[in-house]
């Protein structure tokens, strides 16, 4: 069974810029979170969704925006780009959301650097 | 206040000595912890998931236990491919919230 995927790998940007980021989620999968990974703050949580529905949102200003298509695939756009940006940024997905008790499986993320 | 806290924040062993990590936690209402590994440039990699205290789960090397503060990973005779980051995480009941909040990782380094 494949895992999850995450495209693209690597992401050069320039302050100012935005960015679109994909997600496909395990095959079977309904559920899937995004998470943002640096080296000072470590995992934080971004935003969840389920049956194309935010269901959750972490404390990320409004310029973080994401969305779940039908198929369950989802994507993230990040607008007007700071330097801070700059992260390692994960995709999980579980088998429903409804269950709190279900794993995350997480992607091989996406590395952007904003210059 | 971290509401997850790892340490030590990093650990040093040699191969074959054995050693725990602790991951603190001051959430209400526990639904799971979680332990990941991660590689360096990869995702995080799922361990295990514990529910209730005095709940413990074993996979090969590695063994995690949970109190109702706190879980510990058990690392018996590591070898070098065990070094990575561990991530201890918890999902909590709060505002309808399932999304998990993470410790900051504990990167062990195992000298052959």
């Known amino acids: 069974k494949a895992g999850v995927t995450q495209t693209p790998r690597y992401l050069i940007k320039t302050r100012g810029q935005q960015v679109t980021l994909s997600c496909s989620p395990i095959?079977?999968?309904?559920?899937v979170s995004w998470y943002q990974q640096t080296p000072g703050q470590g995992l934080q949580f971004l935003f969840e969704y389920f049956s194309e529905t935010q269901r959750n949102k972490g404390n990320f200003p409004g310029r973080f925006s994401g969305r779940q298509f039908s198929n369950s695939r989802s994507e993230m756009n990040v607008s007007t780009l700071e330097l801070g940006d700059s992260a390692l940024y994960l995709c999980a997905s579980s088998l429903i959301l409804a269950n709190p008790y279900n794993e995350q499986f997480f992607g091989p993320g996406t590395r952007l650097t904003v210059l | 206040e971290d509401q997850v806290t790892q340490s030590p924040e990093a650990l040093r062993l040699q191969e074959g000595e054995s050693s725990s990590l602790n991951c603190s936690y001051t959430?209400?209402?526990?639904?799971?912890l979680f332990w990941y590994r991660q590689d360096p440039g990869k995702g995080p990699e799922f361990l295990f998931t514990?529910?209730?205290a005095g709940e413990e789960k074993e996979k090969e090397r590695l063994k995690a236990t949970l109190t109702k503060k706190e879980s510990f990973l058990h690392i018996t005779a590591p070898k070098p491919e065990d070094s990575a980051t561990y991530l201890c995480?918890?999902?909590?009941?709060?505002?309808?919230?399932?999304?998990?909040?993470f410790g900051k990782g504990t990167k062990l380094s195992v000298i052959p």
């Open positions: 095959s079977g999968h309904r559920s």
């Open positions: 514990l529910y209730s």
């Open positions: 959430v209400s209402g526990l639904r799971g």
């Open positions: 995480a918890v999902r909590y009941s709060g505002a309808g919230s399932y999304q998990l909040t």
